[in-house]
T-cell receptor, first 113, second 114 residues
Framework: GENVEQHPSTLSVQEGDSAVIKCTYS??????FPWYKQELGKRPQLIIDIRSNVGEKKDQRIAVTLNKTAKHFSLHITETQPEDSAVYFC????????????FGKGTKLSVKP | DAGVIQSPRHEVTEMGQEVTLRCKPISGHDYLFWYRQTMMRGLELLIY????????DSGMPEDRFSAKMPNASFSTLKIQPSEPRDSAVYFCASRGTGRRIGYTFGSGTRLTVV
Protein backbone atom coordinates (compact mmCIF):
# COMPACT_ATOMS: atom_id res chain seq x y z
CA GLY A 1 0.00 0.00 0.00
CA GLU A 2 0.88 3.66 -0.12
CA ASN A 3 3.41 5.12 2.32
CA VAL A 4 4.01 8.85 2.71
CA GLU A 5 7.11 10.31 4.36
CA GLN A 6 7.12 13.94 5.43
CA HIS A 7 10.02 16.20 6.47
CA PRO A 8 10.81 18.06 8.59
CA SER A 9 8.69 17.17 11.60
CA THR A 10 9.15 20.67 13.03
CA LEU A 11 10.02 23.92 11.31
CA SER A 12 10.57 27.32 12.82
CA VAL A 13 10.86 30.42 10.64
CA GLN A 14 10.89 34.15 11.13
CA GLU A 15 7.86 36.10 9.99
CA GLY A 16 8.27 37.07 6.36
CA ASP A 17 10.58 34.17 5.54
CA SER A 18 9.62 31.22 3.34
CA ALA A 19 8.83 27.73 4.57
CA VAL A 20 9.21 24.51 2.60
CA ILE A 21 7.84 21.12 3.58
CA LYS A 22 8.71 18.01 1.58
CA CYS A 23 6.99 14.68 1.13
CA THR A 24 7.75 11.47 -0.71
CA TYR A 25 5.34 8.71 -1.63
CA SER A 26 5.83 5.09 -2.54
CA UNK A 27 2.96 4.13 -4.83
CA UNK A 28 3.55 5.31 -8.40
CA UNK A 29 -0.19 4.91 -9.06
CA UNK A 30 -1.02 7.79 -6.71
CA UNK A 31 -2.33 10.73 -8.67
CA UNK A 32 -3.79 13.17 -6.15
CA PHE A 33 -1.76 15.07 -3.56
CA PRO A 34 -3.53 17.39 -1.12
CA TRP A 35 -2.09 19.44 1.71
CA TYR A 36 -3.95 20.04 4.94
CA LYS A 37 -3.49 22.61 7.68
CA GLN A 38 -4.54 21.70 11.20
CA GLU A 39 -4.71 24.29 13.92
CA LEU A 40 -4.67 23.20 17.54
CA GLY A 41 -7.88 21.44 18.50
CA LYS A 42 -9.39 21.76 15.04
CA ARG A 43 -10.00 19.57 12.03
CA PRO A 44 -7.54 19.23 9.14
CA GLN A 45 -8.52 21.66 6.43
CA LEU A 46 -7.56 21.42 2.78
CA ILE A 47 -5.37 24.34 1.72
CA ILE A 48 -4.18 23.24 -1.72
CA ASP A 49 -4.06 20.12 -3.84
CA ILE A 50 -2.41 18.97 -7.04
CA ARG A 51 -3.06 16.21 -9.50
CA SER A 52 -0.41 14.19 -11.27
CA ASN A 53 -0.96 15.84 -14.63
CA VAL A 54 0.26 19.15 -13.20
CA GLY A 55 3.78 20.00 -12.04
CA GLU A 56 3.03 23.10 -10.00
CA LYS A 57 0.05 24.93 -8.58
CA LYS A 58 -0.07 28.26 -6.80
CA ASP A 59 -2.65 29.98 -4.65
CA GLN A 60 -1.53 33.36 -3.33
CA ARG A 61 1.29 32.70 -0.85
CA ILE A 62 1.03 28.93 -1.11
CA ALA A 63 2.42 26.74 -3.87
CA VAL A 64 2.83 23.02 -4.35
CA THR A 65 5.25 21.30 -6.71
CA LEU A 66 5.16 17.69 -7.84
CA ASN A 67 7.91 15.52 -9.31
CA LYS A 68 6.27 12.27 -10.38
CA THR A 69 9.50 10.72 -11.56
CA ALA A 70 11.11 11.15 -8.18
CA LYS A 71 7.79 10.61 -6.36
CA HIS A 72 8.05 13.68 -4.23
CA PHE A 73 6.04 16.84 -3.73
CA SER A 74 6.57 19.97 -1.71
CA LEU A 75 4.61 22.79 -0.08
CA HIS A 76 6.02 26.28 -0.28
CA ILE A 77 4.71 29.12 1.86
CA THR A 78 6.11 32.56 1.11
CA GLU A 79 5.98 35.69 3.27
CA THR A 80 5.00 33.64 6.29
CA GLN A 81 2.75 35.17 8.94
CA PRO A 82 2.13 34.15 12.57
CA GLU A 83 -1.30 32.82 11.57
CA ASP A 84 0.44 30.29 9.34
CA SER A 85 1.59 28.54 12.52
CA ALA A 86 -0.08 25.10 12.55
CA VAL A 87 0.58 21.47 11.72
CA TYR A 88 0.69 20.76 8.01
CA PHE A 89 -0.02 17.33 6.56
CA CYS A 90 0.70 16.06 3.09
CA UNK A 91 -1.24 13.14 1.68
CA UNK A 92 -1.40 10.92 -1.36
CA UNK A 93 -4.22 9.05 -2.99
CA UNK A 94 -5.17 7.21 -6.12
CA UNK A 95 -8.31 8.77 -7.50
CA UNK A 96 -9.87 6.09 -9.57
CA UNK A 97 -12.48 3.45 -9.02
CA UNK A 98 -11.37 3.37 -5.40
CA UNK A 99 -8.96 5.38 -3.38
CA UNK A 100 -8.14 6.20 0.18
CA UNK A 101 -6.00 9.06 1.48
CA UNK A 102 -2.74 8.28 3.24
CA PHE A 103 -1.16 11.02 5.33
CA GLY A 104 2.36 11.94 6.24
CA LYS A 105 3.19 12.38 9.93
CA GLY A 106 2.84 16.14 9.82
CA THR A 107 5.09 19.19 10.16
CA LYS A 108 4.64 21.60 13.02
CA LEU A 109 5.34 25.05 11.60
CA SER A 110 6.05 27.91 13.98
CA VAL A 111 6.27 31.44 12.58
CA LYS A 112 7.95 33.82 15.01
CA PRO A 113 6.92 37.46 14.86
CA ASP B 1 -23.95 22.42 3.01
CA ALA B 2 -23.29 21.83 6.72
CA GLY B 3 -20.18 19.81 6.01
CA VAL B 4 -19.29 16.51 7.63
CA ILE B 5 -21.05 16.25 10.97
CA GLN B 6 -19.70 14.15 13.81
CA SER B 7 -21.13 13.43 17.22
CA PRO B 8 -20.41 13.57 20.03
CA ARG B 9 -17.62 16.18 20.10
CA HIS B 10 -16.26 14.79 23.33
CA GLU B 11 -16.73 11.43 24.97
CA VAL B 12 -15.38 10.29 28.32
CA THR B 13 -16.03 6.70 29.23
CA GLU B 14 -14.78 4.04 31.58
CA MET B 15 -12.66 1.17 30.43
CA GLY B 16 -14.79 -1.74 29.29
CA GLN B 17 -17.73 0.36 28.18
CA GLU B 18 -19.07 0.45 24.63
CA VAL B 19 -18.51 3.63 22.68
CA THR B 20 -20.32 4.64 19.50
CA LEU B 21 -19.14 7.50 17.32
CA ARG B 22 -21.38 8.91 14.61
CA CYS B 23 -20.83 10.60 11.28
CA LYS B 24 -23.00 12.23 8.64
CA PRO B 25 -21.09 12.79 5.39
CA ILE B 26 -21.65 15.60 2.92
CA SER B 27 -24.68 14.92 0.78
CA GLY B 28 -23.64 13.44 -2.56
CA HIS B 29 -20.25 12.25 -1.36
CA ASP B 30 -19.92 8.54 -1.99
CA TYR B 31 -16.75 7.86 -0.02
CA LEU B 32 -16.54 7.93 3.77
CA PHE B 33 -13.38 7.50 5.84
CA TRP B 34 -12.69 7.01 9.53
CA TYR B 35 -9.33 8.24 10.85
CA ARG B 36 -7.77 8.15 14.30
CA GLN B 37 -5.32 10.83 15.36
CA THR B 38 -2.79 10.53 18.18
CA MET B 39 0.46 12.32 18.88
CA MET B 40 2.43 9.12 18.51
CA ARG B 41 0.89 7.72 15.33
CA GLY B 42 -0.48 10.78 13.55
CA LEU B 43 -3.52 10.37 11.31
CA GLU B 44 -4.25 6.70 10.75
CA LEU B 45 -6.86 5.46 8.32
CA LEU B 46 -9.05 2.90 10.07
CA ILE B 47 -11.62 2.01 7.41
CA TYR B 48 -13.31 3.49 4.38
CA UNK B 49 -16.57 2.94 2.55
CA UNK B 50 -17.62 3.47 -1.04
CA UNK B 51 -21.35 3.65 -1.70
CA UNK B 52 -21.97 2.32 1.83
CA UNK B 53 -19.81 -0.76 1.25
CA UNK B 54 -16.64 -1.25 3.35
CA UNK B 55 -13.69 -1.32 0.96
CA UNK B 56 -10.64 -1.52 3.21
CA ASP B 57 -10.71 -2.17 6.94
CA SER B 58 -7.07 -3.18 7.27
CA GLY B 59 -6.44 -0.21 9.53
CA MET B 60 -8.93 -1.29 12.16
CA PRO B 61 -6.75 -2.07 15.18
CA GLU B 62 -8.52 -5.19 16.39
CA ASP B 63 -11.85 -6.93 16.68
CA ARG B 64 -12.99 -4.51 19.35
CA PHE B 65 -13.48 -1.95 16.57
CA SER B 66 -16.34 -2.16 14.10
CA ALA B 67 -17.85 0.27 11.61
CA LYS B 68 -21.07 0.35 9.68
CA MET B 69 -22.68 2.49 7.05
CA PRO B 70 -26.36 1.52 6.84
CA ASN B 71 -27.16 4.29 4.35
CA ALA B 72 -25.52 7.08 2.38
CA SER B 73 -26.03 9.66 5.13
CA PHE B 74 -24.88 7.87 8.26
CA SER B 75 -21.98 5.86 9.60
CA THR B 76 -20.95 4.61 13.02
CA LEU B 77 -17.67 3.52 14.54
CA LYS B 78 -18.07 1.32 17.57
CA ILE B 79 -15.51 0.25 20.16
CA GLN B 80 -16.50 -2.59 22.45
CA PRO B 81 -14.99 -2.96 24.99
CA SER B 82 -13.08 0.30 25.14
CA GLU B 83 -9.55 0.53 26.58
CA PRO B 84 -7.44 3.51 27.72
CA ARG B 85 -5.18 3.13 24.65
CA ASP B 86 -8.17 3.89 22.46
CA SER B 87 -8.07 7.49 23.71
CA ALA B 88 -7.59 9.68 20.63
CA VAL B 89 -9.40 12.06 18.32
CA TYR B 90 -11.48 10.21 15.76
CA PHE B 91 -12.18 12.01 12.50
CA CYS B 92 -14.68 11.15 9.84
CA ALA B 93 -14.11 12.45 6.31
CA SER B 94 -16.01 12.21 3.06
CA ARG B 95 -15.25 12.88 -0.58
CA GLY B 96 -17.03 12.88 -3.86
CA THR B 97 -15.90 11.96 -7.33
CA GLY B 98 -15.12 13.90 -10.46
CA ARG B 99 -15.01 17.61 -9.76
CA ARG B 100 -16.14 17.04 -6.16
CA ILE B 101 -12.90 15.28 -5.28
CA GLY B 102 -11.92 17.15 -2.14
CA TYR B 103 -11.76 15.25 1.12
CA THR B 104 -13.60 17.12 3.87
CA PHE B 105 -13.14 16.33 7.54
CA GLY B 106 -15.63 16.52 10.35
CA SER B 107 -14.80 18.30 13.60
CA GLY B 108 -13.76 15.06 15.23
CA THR B 109 -14.70 13.22 18.40
CA ARG B 110 -12.21 13.44 21.26
CA LEU B 111 -12.46 10.11 23.08
CA THR B 112 -11.03 9.63 26.54
CA VAL B 113 -11.17 6.19 28.11
CA VAL B 114 -10.36 6.19 31.81
Amino acid sequence: GENVEQHPSTLSVQEGDSAVIKCTYSDSASNYFPWYKQELGKRPQLIIDIRSNVGEKKDQRIAVTLNKTAKHFSLHITETQPEDSAVYFCAASFIGSQGNLIFGKGTKLSVKP
Amino acid sequence: DAGVIQSPRHEVTEMGQEVTLRCKPISGHDYLFWYRQTMMRGLELLIYFNNNVPIDDSGMPEDRFSAKMPNASFSTLKIQPSEPRDSAVYFCASRGTGRRIGYTFGSGTRLTVV
